[in-house]
T-cell receptor, first 114, second 112 residues
Framework: NAGVTQTPKFQVLKTGQSMTLQCAQDMNHEYMSWYRQDPGMGLRLIHY???????DQGEVPNGYNVSRSTTEDFPLRLLSAAPSQTSVYFC?????????????FGEGSRLTVL | AQRVTQPEKLLSVFKGAPVELKCNYS??????LFWYVQYSRQRLQLLLRHISRESIKGFTADLNKGETSFHLKKPFAQEEDSAMYYC??????????????FGTGTRLTIIP
């Protein structure tokens, strides 16, 4: 049982490049989300999903796209990277049935945009 | 809109001294609050939730609706408590979707 798996762990991009951060969970969780962690800003919600085919915006969605075609996967796409998107990105999931409020986090993906 | 405030970015406490990490929230609905912790080189993980009224690793937190606070306390700090602590608030969006809003975090350092 791997839990929440994020790839890649590290990535360097040039301004304007595109990339996808992958997130997969094997716990059959309905809820999946993406956060970015910046010094002094804490964790800010980018996008989230409560099930396959359902996504919603969080606090800082601009510049990011998501889709949820399966329960297991929730990729985060940067269409045209900007230096302001340099951050550590965390994917997290939880079980909405019998909800306890506990989010299970991935190890994080450190992205640098030059 | 919901908001979580952690006023201290950094907190240093001597080993054996009491610890209090502050958290205040604003939310129009019925609040559900959590503390998450991130130890060095580990994943962010749930420490405790207010509805459980539990003590985890010696930490407790009481929800005070009058003061809209959910401060995290421990009577005697230990070196292994050094970590980043986040307070979080569960809310329901206008579309009925679940969200967890985090504060900016407090880095706790225990001085030996």
């Amino acid at each position: 049982n791997a839990g929440v798996t994020q790839t890649p762990k590290f990535q360097v991009l040039k301004t304007g490049q595109s990339m996808t951060l992958q997130c997969a969970q094997d716990m059959n969780h309905e809820y999946m989300s993406w956060y970015r962690q910046d010094p002094g800003m804490g964790l800010r919600l980018i996008h989230y999903s409560v099930g396959a085919g359902i996504t919603d915006q969080g606090e800082v969605p601009n510049g990011y796209n998501v889709s949820r075609s399966t329960t297991e996967d929730f990729p985060l796409r940067l269409l045209s990277a900007a230096p302001s998107q340099t951050s550590v990105y965390f994917c997290a999931s939880s079980n909405l049935r019998g909800y306890t409020g506990e989010l299970f986090f991935g190890e994080g993906s450190r992205l640098t945009v030059l | 809109a919901q908001r979580v405030t952690q006023p201290e970015k950094l907190l240093s406490v001597f080993k054996g001294a009491p610890v209090e990490l502050k958290c205040n929230y604003s939310y129009s609905g019925s609040p559900e609050l959590f503390w998450y912790v991130q130890y060095s080189r580990q994943r962010l993980q749930l420490l405790l939730r207010h509805i459980s009224r539990e003590s985890i690793k010696g930490f407790t937190a009481d929800l005070n609706k009058g003061e809209t606070s959910f401060h995290l306390k421990k009577p005697f700090a230990q070196e292994e408590d050094s970590a980043m602590y986040y307070c979080a608030l569960r809310s329901i969006s206008n579309f009925g979707n679940e969200k967890l809003t985090f504060g900016t975090g407090t880095r706790l350092t225990i001085i030996p």
